[in-house]
């Protein structure tokens, strides 16, 4: 089955596309998640219940959308491609590979898609659960929910630093800034 999985990933070119997807929907968690924060910081909002919920449900609802519009826009893609390659071959493909691995490639990618703005999303949130469950953070919650947005988006810089082979301090510096323009637009438009 594995193998199996492997060929279709090859066949559909679909592994490419769902570590850029992953990447891309990953950030936006990320960002998404930095800014609730850093809103809910310079706001002065101290009851963690009330940001825990805020969060996991932005962060919930970030993967569904990135599961839901990555199979919708990915089936259509890959339905267009198969009947554009059964017509050149003149037969039926549904019942081979190539049919198996354009059904297949919309949910991996789609999946993909959806997980990582959620997996980030809760990571960026486990601060404010351990202080919720009474741990003793060297940071406030808040705080270490903020240095986890602004680590996991270094993080994903070097990934992109990876993929483009560049040098992976300036990939992940860059993402940081990003970050940190973020969060100082929300800090000067917060009310």
């Given at each position: 089955m594995f193998r199996q999985l492997l060929l279709w990933l090859h066949i559909s070119r679909s592994g490419k596309i769902a570590r850029r997807y992953f990447?891309?929907?990953?950030?936006?968690?990320?960002?998404?998640?930095?800014?609730?924060?850093?809103?809910?910081y310079l706001s002065g909002e101290s009851n963690l219940p009330v940001i825990i919920s805020a969060c996991l449900g932005a962060s919930v609802a970030l993967g569904v959308s990135g599961v839901?519009?990555?199979?919708?826009?990915?089936?259509?893609e890959r339905e267009r491609?198969?009947?554009?390659?059964?017509?050149?071959?003149?037969?039926?493909?549904?019942d081979s590979d190539h049919g198996?691995?354009?059904?297949?490639?919309?949910?991996?990618i789609a999946t993909v898609n959806g997980l990582a703005p959620f997996l980030f999303g809760l990571l960026i949130i486990f601060p404010l659960w351990?202080?919720?469950?009474?741990?003793?953070?060297?940071?406030g919650p808040l705080e270490s929910a903020l240095a986890t947005a602004l680590g996991i988006l270094f993080f994903l810089g070097i990934v992109i630093g990876h993929i483009q082979g560049s040098f992976w301090l300036?990939?992940?510096?860059?993402?940081?800034?990003?970050?940190?323009?973020?969060a100082v637009l929300i800090y000067f438009i917060n009310p």
């Open positions: 990447v891309v929907n990953g950030f936006d968690g990320a960002l998404t998640m930095l800014g609730m924060n850093m809103g809910f839901t519009s990555a199979y919708i826009s990915e089936t259509a491609e198969l009947h554009a390659l059964e017509e050149a071959m003149v037969r039926d493909l549904s198996r691995a354009s059904r297949f490639a919309p949910l991996w351990l202080s919720h469950k009474g741990v003793v953070l060297p940071l300036w990939s992940g510096l860059r993402t940081l800034i990003i970050a940190l323009i973020t």
